[in-house]
């Protein structure tokens, strides 16, 4: 009998050790991911949650709003806009936060939306917006109605210091129409704005278009950024991983860095033209042999830096979280991600 139990023991010991181990490598797995607490690596430079709560927004429900989120220079401060539940209504909020706590630094827009019957996204959104180069100017298209009760839908820029509106532009726009594409920016002077094509004096309202038929023209402030298509800066763009830059022939051929069974992707240029994010999230829920692959151990993102000048590739993140949104510092030295559950990733390049 004594030998059972001494037999039993050992087994038990045995097993809770292969338990400790178990545990043990699973949670050291998930914190060697970037920005994980064991992560060596030097390309994770900031790691945080955005406290929408303290904006008033359920952090269950909120989501960052397509093509909403920029960061400013030295990667500091990040601008983003917010669609949740407050309340028994919806509302959108565009927000600087700082982005080594994730607290809310100042509200610059924020818009009723429907109620909670209503489609969230049918009800109010910011579709595009974007620091300045010194961070002290914010340009945003929104739409909804603001706390004054009136309808907004506009494109507008603003002063980060103190929410002040510079200067308001498309007044009169047919609600929910947008017409800037999710392409928005200003001149490093904070004298002219950009929507999508066109661009706008802000002193005289004068407008210039910035294509030629099919050829970009420059200068342009804001760079499009899109699954198959984008464009930088400088005129160079990517369009199913051709390379092609100003006046260049023939174009250089980027194979995609990709991931399987991917929901989102998108290229992205650096403000200066000079990289190129190649990024890509799995869908928001588990397919294929990742429904059977342990949490710490799935590939759900992966990011590729591209050198344009040279059309290589300098780095490539590979990621344990799903992403919405990825994003530039208005001086190219770094680029960030917002995930599913608005974490807050910086990276250096």
Not at 19 to 47: I, N
Not at 65 to 91: I, N
Not at 287 to 311: N, S
Request: hydrophobic content about 40%.
């Amino acid at each position: 009998m004594q030998h059972r139990t001494t037999r039993r023991r050992r087994v038990a010991a045995g097993a809770a050790a292969v338990g400790l181990l178990a545990t043990t490598a699973w949670f050291a797995r998930a914190e060697t991911w970037p920005c994980g607490r064991l992560d060596r690596g030097d390309a994770c430079v900031g790691s945080t949650r955005l406290d929408v709560a303290a904006l008033g927004l359920d952090p269950g429900t909120a989501r960052a709003d397509f093509r909403s989120f920029d960061l400013g220079p030295g990667a500091r401060t990040a601008l983003v806009g917010l669609t949740g539940r407050s309340g028994e209504r919806h509302r959108t909020v565009l927000a600087l936060f700082d982005t080594r706590t994730g607290d809310p630094i100042r509200i610059l827009r924020d818009l009723a939306g429907g109620s909670l019957t209503d489609t969230p996204d049918a009800q109010s959104a910011v579709d595009g917006a974007a620091l300045s180069p010194d961070g002290t100017r914010a340009v945003s298209w929104a739409w909804g109605t603001g706390t004054n009760g009136v309808a907004e839908n506009d494109l507008r820029v603003q002063d980060t210091a103190d929410a002040r509106v510079v200067k308001v532009l498309s007044q009169g726009t047919p609600r929910g129409e947008r017409p800037c594409s999710a392409t928005v920016g200003l001149s490093p002077d904070n004298t002219e704005v950009q929507c999508a094509g066109t661009v706008t004096e802000l002193g005289s309202g004068a407008t210039r278009s910035l294509w030629d038929g099919d050829r970009p023209l420059t200068p342009r402030y804001a760079g499009f950024a899109g699954g198959f298509f984008a464009i930088a800066a400088d005129g160079t763009r990517v369009e199913g991983g051709q390379l092609v830059r100003p006046g260049e022939q023939p174009a250089a051929l980027l194979p995609r860095v990709t991931i399987t069974d991917e929901g989102v992707g998108a290229w992205a240029f650096s403000p200066d033209s000079r990289r190129l994010l190649d990024a890509h999230a799995a869908y928001p829920e588990n397919r294929g042999t990742r429904r059977f692959t342990p949490a710490p151990l799935r590939t759900l993102g992966v990011i590729g830096v591209w050198d344009v000048r040279t059309a290589a590739l300098d780095r490539t993140l590979t990621l344990n979280e799903r992403f919405d949104q990825v994003a530039w510092a208005r001086d190219s030295g770094h680029f960030a991600i917002v995930t599913r559950d608005l974490d807050l990733r910086v990276f250096a390049v």
